[in-house]
């Protein structure tokens, strides 16, 4: 049995782990910490919970970026590897996780779908010919209208891959998650598109994450190493 | 100067090879075989033509398969390296050209655009992810409808590389050529499309070809080798 | 208080439907019937029911063609509403309709997307001009592969309206409903897609239905009629 | 036999009139004016090719907005319709343009091709619905990176019709013209996308509107009146 603990469990990814986690009967959630705890936040009342995690336990992170510090001495201190799916990370934090890294496994990545992943390997391989017979680029990104950051994370990631490139950011409805590459040149277009039909993506990933990282001493990953 | 011969010169293809060499001064058609001459072709008519081409001569081929024969032939006694983008070869036909290229060099392709053989790349490279992580895949490939072939080599080609999928195909007015995968999983949509919007990107494949071969002793090559 | 009745309760549109309605007091739900019991159905066992619907009360089909008899006796003798989203009647079971929509108000239709009404209408509105202009057309239309029919229902109704077009069908893991229609000419495309993101749509379709449908005294409708 | 005068008579779509006019019977081209003349454009010089033009003359302006007035001059002098797709003018010089339409037939359109006159006419006709569900709407318009206008006059027409609406502009390489709308509500998607495949498409409509125009007496028409 595999225990789980999440941060940000009351947020739209956290609610759907709990909800696709009860009908498997290889995990059990031991506790969380919700947007409104996250303040208030004190290591003491859960010590019994992080004890008792010590085997096959994991901790999930989808909460706030501020929260990082105490989830990273949490996961030393109580050697539990860690996966994190928030973002919005300054340099600063991210060299602490990278340093936390050296005790604990950690696996840190701005979209865990499979797709998306599929499509960034992809671009590492073709990138150096997109060069060479000179095309240009572009990223669409399309979002439902209460995502907050523009452009997403996922072009920006994208987007780093690809020499001279520009990212257009549509925020419209009900979208889960779209992203469009162009790659054209005078004389031919090609086209990747991505689309998220369900959220469960996302979860899978996630579910895909646990038990790759259960068998890590240490280090610091993406979902490159836990899919390919 | 680089001294070309066509079989095949009043093709779609032929004629704009010879459009696009004449502005071009690294080339020279020393001369072709057209539709009507194949069948009563005789290599002692231009014997002349291919002594004169020893030296940074290039055959290349967009006739019909029935006439491989009589090109390689001509291509092995005079030393000449050969592009093929004549489409329909049988088995035993390959074969043969197989056999040539021990002593001549050779370059055979359906498709010889850039973003066709990057996306040949492409899915070559992330096929075992596609089993691995079971997705589903659909090729769609439109073309005008005086394009004979159903499917197209270019889809037969693809869909090859692709474990399970299926290929759609649409004849359709001006389309030169458009090709479009399909991979999906329960949650999440990739869609990888081509688009040629000029003949033109097939000539400056066959350009690349031209200076690629040059250098070139024996062997038989892909656009792949070409390209990448 | 809209009261509902529901032939096809267990189904994929039928449990939505109870679902969305739950959260919605303006609406309560009666009673239904499943497809184990349409096999034994017996009008008398819900005679109270249906009694006590005729103020503000609506049938809803999305059962199985064969039971439409009994649906529309009910409809008549209880002089209740009828919104129906089965599909598959032959000729005579359509004339049937129309006949008892001479007593009773009926909405009959493939598909209750506001999207794909807008689609129907699009087209119904410009083919006149595709054939004026002599443009060709292709439908693709790509479904789960739980779907029976091949092309849909929706895709067959599109193409009524197109002179000159075929259909493509595409059943392929999780897409729940997703038209393409290509018109092109010898010098331009022109696309339309329909996708649905959520099957909601359709009982948003239905809830409109209802409201709509309860001034009306007999005739037979279309979304058509609903929506514009 | 129709007798044309062109403005802009060098210019991309100039030189593509004279191609496709030169192999059609029914055409002459009299003169024609090209960028350089048009600082120093003298009436007089031209005044017997106008005379000559009296039966069946059109006038054709793909010039610059600035030299408007000097062709309504002629155009109203010697009664010869106008076929305007300049685009750029102000409010002043539409002004005019109408006031002079009092006196002589004259076509204005951003755009000559049939399939974006088409969607044109698709968005008038469903606006009111898009606004009745609650639609949001993007255009996106992708042109060749030497188009000067940021967002397109097409895409700005187009926006004109849709009410909430934004424009997203990408220019790249060689695509001739390319306009998606994307059409979102909470639930379902719908993309409208034209793609220009060749630049004939709008010389094609100039061969329309030269015969429409002729059999007209004053007024000023859009590509609605010839096509619809």
């Known amino acids: 049995m595999i225990k789980i603990f999440i941060f940000g469990i009351t947020g739209k990814i956290g609610k759907l782990i709990i909800k696709l986690i009860k009908i498997n009967k290889n995990f059990i959630i031991l506790g969380g910490i919700n947007k409104m705890n996250l303040f208030f ?73 499979i797709g998306i992943n599929l499509i960034n390997l992809i671009i590492s391989n073709i990138n150096i010919f997109l060069i060479k017979f000179n095309f240009d680029s572009y990223i669409i990104d399309i979002h439902h209208n209460k995502k907050k950051d523009i452009p997403s994370g996922t072009s920006l990631m994208l987007s780093s891959k690809i020499k001279k490139n520009n990212i257009l950011s549509l925020r419209i409805k009900n979208i889960i998650g779209n992203h469009i590459i162009y790659i054209i040149s005078n004389y031919e277009i090609i086209k990747i598109e991505h689309f998220v039909i369900n ?22 990953f993406s979902m ?3 899919f390919f």
């Open 199 to 220: 959220r469960k993506i996302f979860i899978l990933g996630i579910l895909y994450s646990i038990f790759w990282i259960l068998n890590k001493k240490k280090g610091c």
């Open 224 to 226: 490159y190493d836990v």
């Open 41 to 113: 936040f004190k290591i003491k009342k859960y010590k019994n919970i992080f004890l008792n995690m010590k085997k096959n336990g994991v901790l999930i992170d989808f909460s706030d970026s501020f929260l990082i510090k105490e989830i990273l001495l949490i996961s030393i201190k109580y050697k539990l590897p860690l996966i994190i799916g928030t973002t919005g990370f300054n340099l600063l934090k991210l060299k602490i996780i990278k340093k936390a890294s050296k005790n604990i496994p950690i696996i840190i990545s701005y979209n865990m779908s």
